[in-house]
């Protein structure tokens, strides 16, 4: 898995790309991480066009990072460009309500 | 006896065994692709199938080994007319599928919580999951996914 982040005005993008799995998805954690606790930011959008695998420990890190960003109403993750047959195994897990989709990244970095 | 046949048959199934760590993910997720694409699964079926093997794997590494490195994942794939089946043998404690909770699919976010969701992809994404266990073979998993009837 590549990850990099990338800080806008109004939020960070995180770019990952290639398989997120039990080997991987800690490294996907560390790159929010360094967003919220260092930078304070929790208006991000993951920028999922790249990612071409995700497993549920993958879906463990969204769940958590959405958690800690709308805590007190200070933000959201939001998810741009997900693949389809990614888009599926969130709906099979019913992570669907939990979370806004945009085509692609500028639209979602403008939704903030 | 046909020759050709035979050698055909020899292969579509094929056996590696994986050291039970987090790394060995991706090449059993490429030993899984290569199969799914010999029983000529669509990208979605082939994708079910690759989730459904990875989230067996970290549960074995996980639950049945409690730990990396602790033991090796014995793979098989069999690819038939009816579609591919894939074989997970491990060494690791018993696995007892029914003492895993169900995911609440439905809670909130505050109360949501991903455990169990491994399980329930797997039986999900599959047509038939069969966990078995004896103390000579260890954990068996038996999992198979059925091709789509030609249209």
């Known amino acids: 898995m590549e990850v990099h982040t990338t800080h806008h005005k109004r939020c960070s993008v995180v770019s990952a790309a290639g398989r997120v799995d039990s080997q991987t998805a800690p490294e996907l954690a560390q790159a929010f991480k360094e967003i919220t606790e260092e930078n304070d930011v929790y208006k991000i959008v993951l920028d999922m066009a790249g990612v071409e695998f995700i497993s549920s420990a993958g879906l463990r890190v969204l769940i958590d990072v959405q958690k800690t960003c709308r805590r007190w109403n200070r933000g959201e993750l939001i998810l741009a460009g997900v693949p389809k047959v990614i888009y599926d195994a969130l709906d099979l897990a019913g992570f669907i309500p939990l979370f806004k989709f945009f085509d692609d990244v500028t639209s979602a970095v403008g939704s903030f | 006896m046909d020759d ?6 020899s292969d579509t199934i ?48 996980q639950y049945a080994y409690g730990g990396e490195d602790r033991g090796d994942i014995v793979c098989t794939c069999e690819v038939s007319d009816e579609g591919l089946e894939v074989e997970l043998r491990d060494k690791g404690a018993p696995f007892d599928p029914d003492k895993v909770p169900s995911p609440n699919l439905d809670a909130s976010l505050e109360e949501r919580k991903v ?21 000579d073979e260890g954990n068996v998993l038996t999992m198979v996914k059925r091709k789509e009837k030609e249209p």
């Open chain 2, 115 to 135: 455990g169990g969701l491994g399980l329930y992809f797997m039986r999900r994404l599959m047509d038939n999951v069969c966990f078995d266990f004896t103390s």
């Open chain 2, 14 to 61: 094929q056996t590696v065994v994986f050291p039970g760590r987090f790394e060995s993910l991706e090449e059993i997720g490429e030993f899984i692709a290569r199969f799914a694409q010999e029983a000529g699964f669509d990208p979605n079926d082939a994708y079910a199938v690759q989730l459904a093997v990875d989230e067996a794997c970290t549960n074995i590494i």
């Open chain 2, 4 to 9: 050709s046949d035979e050698k055909k048959k």
